[in-house]
Every structure is written in C-alpha cells, then in structure tokens.
C-alpha cells in the first residue's frame, strides 16, 4: 500500500483498510500533544513532530491514492 516507508499498523486488504494508530505525542496530537516543547531538545522535538506530521499526510495521501481506505486513531 502507498509507499514503500508507508506501512499501517493494521491492514485489512480484503477491504482495503489501512489502520495507523498515532500517539498524541509523537504525531503531534492538538488535543493531547504537547503545545510547547521545552529544554535543551525542544527545537530538536519540534522539528521531529513537524516531520512526523508531513509523513502522516503523504502516506494517508499514497495510500488513499492506491486505493486504501485510511483510518488514524
């Protein structure tokens, strides 16, 4: 499905069902993500987020583009 980095936590092929299930943290969640991050590292984990998120929506979009029904959780 998608690309070749592109790979659901569950897949249901019969259906074409893909399954992503993304934790708030590390998929920048807006309800329960952090706002803000803080210390030394906090440009470093903004910047690790924003990719996370970019990636998110170009495997959503390639598997969608194959044919896939995409759920995130």
Do not use: Q
């Not at 329960?32 to 959503?60: C, F, L, M, Q």
């Amino acid at each position: 499905m998608g690309s070749p980095r592109c790979t659901s936590d569950f897949a249901l092929p019969r259906h074409r069902i893909a399954v992503f299930v993304d934790g708030c943290f590390w998929h920048g969640c807006p309800t329960h993500g952090a706002s803000v991050h803080r210390g030394p590292n906090a440009e470093r984990w903004a910047e690790k987020i924003t990719a996370n998120k970019a990636r998110d929506r170009r495997n959503t979009a390639a598997a969608e583009a194959a044919g896939w029904t995409v759920v995130r959780v």
